[in-house]
């Protein structure tokens, strides 16, 4: 399975409150706080920093969020978070194998992924629980042709 069948599959997934073409980012001025309530509303893991809404400038994921708790307490909250984002946006492309990303993100340990097109422009974005969503199909389908192989049918 490749990338653009993950995004495919979350456009029909009548997911509530997020269409899959939506690409959630917020600005490095703001606030981690700000990120928080992003977060909050809109039911999600991490979000995009991008000053424009087409290049990923850096990722800001819930993990981020309470290690920065964790190390510096709640007044952190009011930091920018082009202090705080993690600049190294690891990304794909829409003809990425679903299962090498899904290997790129267990062995790096981050859940969210960028999908951008060859100018560096997002297209979308998968998470772990798509990877692994789109692999579990994948599985379900060659059983079901074993299967089929197998009963003759």
Do not use: Y
């Amino acid at each position: 399975m490749l990338v653009n069948q993950l995004l495919s599959m979350k456009s029909s997934s009548g997911k509530p409150g997020i269409e899959a073409q939506t690409i959630v980012t917020i600005r490095p001025d703001a606030t981690l706080g700000d990120a928080v309530k992003m977060l909050a509303e809109q039911r999600i893991g991490a979000v995009v920093v991008s000053d424009d809404g087409k290049k990923p400038q850096g990722i800001l994921s819930e993990r981020d969020i309470v290690r920065q708790l964790g190390t510096h307490g709640p007044g952190v909250l009011s930091t920018p978070l082009a202090e705080v984002m993690t600049r190294d946006v690891q990304t794909c492309t829409v003809g990425d194998d679903a299962l090498v990303i899904l290997e790129r993100m267990t062995q790096g340990r981050f859940r969210h992924l960028p999908v951008v097109d060859g100018d560096g422009n997002m297209l979308g974005v998968v998470s772990i629980g798509d990877a692994v969503s789109g692999r579990l199909k994948e599985l379900a389908a060659e059983k079901e042709a074993l299967t089929g192989m197998i009963m003759g049918a």
